[in-house]
């Protein structure tokens, strides 16, 4: 099924409320998802992996990884999700004006800064079974009736 990308990312979002991430970590995840989703990559179950993984510090430490790329420092992670690396790397690229690459060796990422790329997303193709699963999981952060 197709989605619009504000659509995408607003469900990926409420699903990591849903299991209670925190709303900055959950809005990293839903961007990079998003990005992720729009070249081809497959946000949605990233998107599912992390939140059942409850990946809520991986998110957190790639983020600051970054983040210090992106200031010049020496950036490198251990037990990577190198989907959720690269959208990452095309969300906070987007936000930070610049360019990332990525290299995996094993379990170790490194983050070096390319210059900026420009990408522009309009529709998501979402498998039906993961747009659901991704409702259903934010379903649990809707007040009560």
């Not at 989907?83 to 095309?90: H, I, K, P, S, V």
């Not at 995996?104 to 998501?124: C, K, M, Q, R």
Request: net charge negative.
């Amino acid at each position: 099924m197709r989605v619009s990308s504000n659509e995408f990312e607003g469900a990926v979002l409420k699903a990591a409320k849903g299991a209670d991430w925190p709303y900055a970590l959950a809005e990293e995840l839903a961007k990079a998802c998003r990005m992720l989703s729009a070249t081809g990559g497959d946000g949605a179950g990233a998107a599912l992996r992390a939140i059942g993984a409850g990946s809520r510090d991986n998110v957190a430490e790639a983020v600051s990884a970054f983040e210090l790329a992106a200031a010049g420092e020496a950036a490198v992670l251990t037990n990577v999700n190198v989907d959720l690396l690269q959208g990452l790397a095309l969300s906070l690229g987007a936000s930070l004006d610049t360019g990332f690459a990525v290299s995996v060796d094993g379990d170790i990422a490194t983050i070096t800064t390319l210059p900026p790329v420009l990408h522009t997303t309009a529709e998501i193709d979402v498998a039906p079974d993961d747009w659901r699963a991704l409702n259903d999981l934010a379903a649990r952060s809707y007040v009560p009736a």
